[in-house]
């Protein structure tokens, strides 16, 4: 049979830029993620039939939880592809049994969930579209996958498009990272708003961005394609979805990890380097500033989670500076806390003792002379006594909490890391009342941060006026040896 041959000289005008280099993508996994109206299902059906007409030997599957829906999305896309690109006469298109054959041999069959008998009926499938990727659940997915193996011509690929209806949903935890990145191998995600349809009707638009006052949870999902926070959380959701999404496109200003001469059971503070890295532990967002005061707050491992943190502040402005977020053992820990207070013009540190006090000793063992010093009764002696380190109790835990949630609801702004917010999202009231991470996620860099704001009161607020290291006479200093 002849090769078809199909005009798509324009094909680049007729996609979305954010979509047009995915017709390449051969990835086991395409995942099209995002608010509504961005044009996700549209490229989906664009590359299902671009393959159908230029690769001989394809059998395509698009599937929907419920068979029902298909007909009105998902299928009524593909016909209109084919329609707009003026293929109609390569295909036969069968509207009753959502069966569409192209004349070089190709099927595109649809099906779906429910129809268990036809399901069973479609064999030999080379590719699958699965269109709103949400309502399926795991185990739908993974039989599809399985579906998916042996040997064809061409590249094998599973098309998901879904809104990200809530955090915590299975496509996230099995492709989806924090930042729309793909999780595994194999794998490309693709976060899309209605920003990047060039298409969109202006009056969908509209409707899109209404829902910022009419609906929260129906504007981070729909508008700002946001993973969508169900229940009750303790920081206002709205506010911690809508920093998220400004802070999407930005990267941190340095990622790494300090490294250091060990001597004498001593870090050498002259050796202390900061190393770039990118998949460093240590995440800055405003570097150090001569003369200003910092402070850090850590969160230790502890029962049901493995990570350290540290939450650097700018203390005059309460600017989070950087993100220290690692399963170190004790010992590095320790270490890295240490080279980066030095870092920030000697922060004053305050560290988590509940589980362990090793991190605090540790640091007076090496010299760290700036620690959040805490009151309180001795149970032995009875006497007031004065140690190193925060301590979070019923009385502390939800004093700190208390004003962070307070921070974070009016002055969104001070905050940059994504994945604090994120954890902001999964932080809710249990049963008794007690606000805690969601079961299966972390809530050491909240923890972290809120002591960080704690113990500002510790350290001073204002710039310090700094002399010159070479200044050695007693004088007072000239104008000129000052810094701002
Ligand atoms: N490549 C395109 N060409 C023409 N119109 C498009 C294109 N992509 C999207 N659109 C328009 O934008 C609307 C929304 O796109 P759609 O793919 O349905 O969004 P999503 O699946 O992300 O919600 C479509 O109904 C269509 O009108
Ligand atoms: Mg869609």
């Known amino acids: 049979m002849a090769r078809i041959t199909v005009d798509l000289t324009h094909l680049p005008e007729m996609t979305n830029p954010k979509f047009y280099p995915l017709f390449e993508n051969q990835d086991r996994y395409l995942v099209l993620v995002g608010g509504g109206g961005s044009g996700k299902s549209v490229f989906a059906a664009q590359k299902v039939v671009r393959r159908t007409i230029e690769e001989k030997g394809h059998r395509f599957l698009v599937v929907r939880k419920v068979a029902k829906t298909l007909r009105e999305s998902a299928f009524a896309e593909v016909r209109a592809i084919i329609s707009d690109w003026g293929l109609m006469k390569l295909f036969n298109i069968n509207k009753s049994d959502l069966h569409i054959t192209c004349k070089n041999g190709n099927e595109i069959l649809f099906a779906g969930l429910d129809d268990v008998e036809k399901l069973k009926s479609i064999f030999k499938v080379t590719n699958v579209w699965i269109e709103e990727a949400s309502e399926l659940e795991i185990s739908d997915y993974r039989q599809l996958d399985i579906r998916l193996r042996g040997q064809s011509k061409w590249y094998k690929q599973m098309i998901f498009s879904f809104n990200p209806i809530y955090k915590g949903h299975w496509l996230e935890g099995e492709f989806v990272n924090i930042d729309w990145t793909a999780k595994r191998d194999n794998c490309t995600v693709n976060h899309s708003t209605y920003k990047n349809n060039k298409f ?285």
């Open 200 to 484: 969109l009707d202006p009056a969908q638009t509209e409707v899109l961005e209404s829902f910022k006052e009419s609906d929260p949870y129906y504007y981070s999902v729909y508008c700002l394609g946001e993973w969508g926070v169900l229940g009750k959380t303790v920081f206002d959701a709205q506010v911690v979805t809508k920093r998220i999404s400004q802070l999407r496109d930005k990267k941190p200003l340095k990622q790494g990890f300090f490294i250091y001469k060990y001597e004498n059971e001593k870090i050498v503070d002259e050796s202390i380097q900061w190393v770039e890295d990118s998949g460093g532990y240590i995440k800055i967002f405003e570097d150090v500033q001569k003369g200003y005061p910092y402070v850090i707050g850590g969160d230790t491992a502890g029962e049901g989670s493995d990570n350290f943190t540290g939450q650097v502040l700018n203390n005059v402005t309460a600017i989070q500076a950087a993100v220290l977020k690692h399963q170190f053992d004790e010992d590095l820990y320790s270490k890295q806390m240490y080279c980066l207070g030095k870092y920030y013009n000697n922060a004053l540190e305050g560290i988590e003792t509940n589980y362990s006090t090793y991190p605090v000793k540790e640091l007076e063992r090496l010299g760290y002379n700036r620690q959040y010093t805490r009151e309180h009764v001795d149970t032995f002696t009875g006497a007031l006594k004065k140690s190193y380190g925060f301590r979070t109790d019923k009385l502390t835990r939800p004093l700190v909490l208390a004003n962070l949630v307070q921070l974070v609801r009016e002055h969104p702004g001070l905050f940059n890391d994504i994945e604090t917010l994120e954890e902001m999202l999964t932080f809710v009231r249990n049963e008794k009342g007690k606000p805690e991470a969601q079961s299966g996620k972390t809530d050491d860099l909240i923890i972290g941060l809120a002591i960080a704001h704690h113990i500002r009161t510790q350290q001073i607020f204002h710039i310090e006026a700094q002399v010159e290291d070479n200044d050695e006479d007693d004088e007072e200093p000239k104008g000129g040896t000052w810094y701002d």
